[in-house]
Antibody
Framework: EVQLVESGGGLVQPGGSLRLSCAAS????????MNWVRQAPGKGLEWLSY????????FYADSVKGRFTASRDNAKNSLYLQMNSLRVEDTAVYFC????????????????WGQGTMVTVS | QSALTQPASVSGSPGQSITISCTGT?????????VSWYQQHPGKAPKLMIY???NRPSGVSDRFSGSKSGNTASLTISGLQAEDEADYFC???????????FGGGTKLTVL
């Protein structure tokens, strides 16, 4: 079964740090571009970051640029999001999501999502 | 990059058709055919329903269809069913390093 499972969320004080993980299974992780998307309580979706299959090309939303760092370990089938200088407004459920096509298409749809992990900054 | 504009809510009766609009700009929807639609039930992860404006992933009912005109994309659901009640989000490629922008979401109520 194709699956993404996030972990690492929790309660952190403003200014603190947290590292999220996303474990992939059921597909050839090293072939796919990956993304982080978040959803504040009762709000819409916000794209945060894209990382290509090799991990060498990474893009960020302006809201997290300079504070969040995405990375991946293809040997461990894992995606990561290092979050520093956390703010109250970063409180959200954080999802990892797979690009639909394993061809480096920018702006691709997200066909596989994890269940999300909650981050509370307070 | 500003969020795409969706109506906050739409409603319809079982069997009817509804359309949800998603308005962007000439920098996103108006230029690129990378418009996607996602369905999200409460407490669940989003599910891809439409990609590349009009395409349905395998397993998605053909009651769901997408279109685009100018800077506005639309999702149409025909033959409404109770299980269609959910939040729907559109997204588009932006052509910038802020790759993807989402709409604010539309709550669909099946009366």
């Amino acid at each position: 079964e194709v699956q993404l499972v996030e972990s690492g969320g929790g309660l952190v004080q403003p200014g603190g740090s947290l590292r999220l993980s996303c474990a992939a299974s059921g597909f050839t992780f090293r072939s796919y571009e990956m993304n982080w998307v978040r959803q504040a309580p009762g709000k819409g979706l916000e794209w945060l970051s894209y990382i290509n299959n090799s991990g060498r090309t990474i893009f960020y939303a302006d809201s997290v640029k300079g504070r969040f760092t995405a990375s991946r370990d293809n040997a461990k089938n894992s995606l990561y999001l290092q979050m520093n200088s956390l703010r109250v407004e970063d409180t959200a459920v954080y999802f990892c999501a797979r690009d639909l096509r394993a061809d480096g298409t920018y702006g691709d749809a997200f066909d596989i999502w994890g269940q999300g992990t909650m981050v509370t900054v307070s | 990059q500003s969020a795409l504009t969706q109506p906050a809510s739409v409603s319809g009766s079982p069997g009817q058709s509804i359309t949800i609009s998603c308005t962007g700009t000439s920098s996103d929807i108006g230029t690129y055919n990378y418009v996607s639609w996602y369905q999200q039930h409460p407490g669940k992860a989003p599910k891809l329903m439409i990609y590349d404006v009009t395409n349905r992933p395998s397993g998605v009912s053909d009651r769901f269809s997408g279109s685009k005109s100018g800077n506005t994309a639309s999702l149409t659901i025909s033959g409404l069913q109770a299980e269609d009640e959910a939040d729907y989000f559109c997204s588009s490629y932006t052509g910038s390093t802020s790759l993807v922008v989402f709409g604010g979401g539309t709550k669909l109520t099946v009366l």
